[in-house]
């Protein structure tokens, strides 16, 4: 079975990691994309930021069909306010600062809570608890696609880093 607390202390870590990873990216170079058809380094912070927002949002907010036509429309209810060209100081400020906001409230969800079904995007039933595994994962996703960029521009990823101090 898997816990909440694992879940939020391992999204802590990855946000944690996703906001560092903000801050080591060359600042003058947040418009990198490693194709033209993907998101740029920038784009992909702000959708890891305003994606965890929105999906931790709705969750919260006891949405329980996500597979509905307007889900995105409600996604926007959710949005960071800092604009398009925030700078990187901005973006991981904001990473670290909606985690510790989220984290507080969805510690403090009832038990009963997180065993509550609902509708994932896909129309999958999911349970709560399986819904913010879901949006932790998607979290780290992007964030393997922003190491990927850092790895492009000579730059050692946060967890890489950690990895071999300990050695």
Do not use: C
Not at 92 to 102: G, H, I, P, V
Request: proline share 4%; hydrophobic share 45%; charged share 25%.
């Amino acid at each position: 079975m898997v816990r909440l607390e694992a879940v939020l202390h391992s999204w802590r870590t990855v946000r944690a990691d996703a906001a560092q990873a903000v801050e080591d990216f060359p600042a003058d170079q947040l418009e990198f994309r490693a194709t033209e058809d993907l998101m740029t380094f920038r784009q992909l912070a702000m959708h890891i930021l305003n994606a965890g927002n929105g999906l931790i949002g709705l969750l919260l907010d006891e949405e329980n069909n996500f597979s509905t036509p307007e889900f995105r429309e409600k996604l926007k209810h959710y949005a960071s306010a800092l604009g398009a060209e925030s700078s990187a100081a901005e973006i991981a400020a904001e990473l670290r600062s909606s985690w510790d906001q989220w984290e507080t409230k969805l510690a403090a969800a009832p038990p009963e809570f997180w065993g509550g079904m609902m509708t994932r995007m896909d129309g999958q039933q999911v349970t709560r608890l399986e819904m913010l595994q879901y949006a932790k994962e998607h979290e780290i996703t992007h964030r393997s696609q922003m190491f990927v960029y850092l790895r492009l521009k000579g730059v050692v990823p946060p967890t890489t880093r950690r990895r071999m101090a300990k050695k």
